[in-house]
């Protein structure tokens, strides 16, 4: 296993075991390397901002990431697009947004979100769009602005917006057998 690989297996094992300690020898077994290697590779880790903490005889302990502050109102507003939206999202607030569309045209639209999504050539919001009263996705690099306009509502029925989400994926080629060959033909 490779340096890169094993880190992030220390870290899915940090974080499997959380808020438990595990030690550098039990660790080292998992990763099947020695407890002198495991300590080099947290140590290279805490530098890197990983929040670990490290009790002599206890362990290593991942401590949890503290939550984002809630965005006020006005904080959505002025603040980054990206921001706005993913405290709706973790909010579930309904979210107003100027939006331009592919043709160019503009609009505000009220909608309450239910994920982020990163797909091939974009980031999308998903989510019930209620100008349109139906699921939506939209390209948040055509999101203008966003403001945090209602109080939390309750999730959709997912069936909808995953239809949204679905792409049409590109069919095979169809096989005829060799050129030229009728079907049938024997």
Known sequence: MDRVDRLLVLIAELRAAAPEPLTSGELAERLGVSARTVRRDLELLIHGGLPVRSRRGRGHVLTAEP????LSEAASLVGPVRDTLAAAVRSRRVVRLAYTDRSGARSLRDVEPQCLVLGPHAEYL???C??????????????????????????RDLDGLTAALRVPLPRAPADDGPRGARRGAR
């Open 130 to 155: 209620r100008m349109r009263d139906g699921p939506r996705m939209f390209r948040v690099d055509r999101i203008g602005a966003a403001y945090l306009a209602g109080r939390a509502v309750p999730a």
């Open 67 to 70: 939550a984002p502050p809630p």
């Open 126 to 128: 998903v989510g019930w």
